[in-house]
């Protein structure tokens, strides 16, 4: 099935400037490609807010081969991972969100034809099956303890067989296929619903007929599973990545100096709101939320900048322990709007990174589009920037 990439959420490379020695490396990073760059399995599944696959490609790539460890503690889909791994480092990822968890297991799976073929195998007779129990009068009825919530954003038709296939997929013996399959299901449930997308609200209910739901969930595995095939066959050493599901603020089960280098985009103050994009999933999939819900950092609807910077220094406090004297974090951030007025990011980061005892070694700022009038007011003098900033721990 061909398939579109997907882009990135800023796209437009109107303006650099960079500074320090890594300068013109960190704004290369950040100079998104024209054109592609979604290969593999960074394709499957929507995820808002990620960098493209070129930033930690651009930081990694003379790396190549080494055993320098790798980290991202707000991986998200596990962008940097799957990069990391495609270069022969070692990496690990983490992330509250415990759909980013779901996500990035299947990004960085490699999987070998035998195996593809095993969960293509149990696809197709789920499939089989949910197209024979939708022509019965009386299929069987599926407990769905969030049922209440998750109605309400679906036609009766397409509810129905989403709850087949899920309650068959939940049944399977196999551990690989479950969680595989179950990771297709929550690429679907959004395009599906009333819900235009992942970051937009409700629409008019969409006209899929009866039936789509499997042949979109069928072509969805096949894709990823392949995606999974050429990933294995990319590496240049065996696949060494482990995830994590932890506050970033704490990172509780990590050592002192464990990696090299770290490569993230924590969330942007008031930009995103991951609990509640991610919360027909979550309760599709009846995944623990609570920890997430408390803990999202930077969530639209808690958009106030101390609240924020609270958390971060927390955060640059974590990294500080986990990242060995004399590595490198790489931060991502873009510019925010707070009430009226647009707030630098590299002002407010340089301020939290300077207190907990980090030292900058160089940054690169792109200019990037505004998208809305509010925006446009707010950056109509400065303009609306994206910045990449180099911090080393003395």
Excluded at 230 to 240: E, F, K, S, V
Excluded at 283 to 293: H, P, R
Aim: proline fraction near 6%; include cysteine; charged fraction near 25%.
């Amino acid at each position: 099935m061909a398939t579109k990439a997907r882009r990135s959420f800023s796209q437009q490379n109107l303006e650099f400037r960079h500074s320090g020695e890594l300068g013109e490396q960190l704004a290369e990073a950040l100079r998104v490609p024209a054109h592609g760059g979604y290969v593999l399995t960074h394709r499957f599944h929507p995820y808002p807010g990620r960098f493209h696959p070129h930033l930690p490609r651009r930081l990694l790539k003379d790396h190549e081969g080494t055993d320098i460890r790798v980290f991202d503690p707000f991986m998200g889909g596990g962008t940097a991972l799957v990069e990391a791994m495609l270069l022969g480092l070692p990496t690990e990822g983490n992330d509250l969100n415990p759909v980013a968890s779901l996500v990035a297991r299947e990004r960085t799976q490699p999987r070998s034809s035998e195996q593809a073929e095993r969960i293509k195998g149990e696809a197709g007779r789920i499939a089989a099956q949910v197209e024979a129990l939708r022509r019965e009068k009386n299929p069987p009825r599926v407990r769905q303890r969030n049922l209440e919530r998750l109605a309400p954003h679906y036609q009766q038709h397409l509810l129905a067989e989403l709850l087949q296939w899920l309650r068959l997929v939940n049944a399977l013996p196999q551990i690989p296929a479950r969680e595989t399959l179950r990771a297709v299901f929550s690429s679907g449930v959004v395009k599906y619903s009333n819900r235009l997308s992942d970051s937009v609200g409700e629409r008019d209910p969409p006209r899929y007929p009866k039936g789509a739901v499997t042949r979109f969930f069928v072509a969805k595995c096949d894709e990823l599973l392949e995606a999974q095939v050429t990933l294995g066959r990319r590496l240049i050493a065996p696949a060494q990545v482990r995830l994590h599901q932890e506050d970033s603020l704490l990172l509780p089960s990590l050592g002192w100096g464990l990696f090299d280098i770290i490569i993230t985009s924590p969330p942007y103050p008031g930009t995103y709101d991951y609990y509640e994009q991610h919360r027909l999933r979550m309760d599709w999939l009846e995944l623990e939320s609570e920890s997430f819900q408390s803990g999202e950092l930077g969530a639209r609807r808690e958009t106030r900048q101390r609240r924020w910077s609270h958390g971060m220094k927390d955060v640059m406090t974590s990294l500080y322990r986990v990242l060995r004297p004399g590595g490198s974090l790489f931060l991502v951030l873009g510019d925010w709007v707070e009430g009226d007025h647009g707030v630098d990011a590299a002002t407010a980061l340089r301020r939290i990174a300077k207190a907990v005892g980090w030292r900058e070694g160089a940054s690169a700022s792109a200019r990037r589009g505004t998208h809305s009038r509010k925006e446009q007011k707010a950056f109509s003098k400065k303009g609306k920037w994206e910045h990449l900033i180099e911090f080393r721990r003395p």
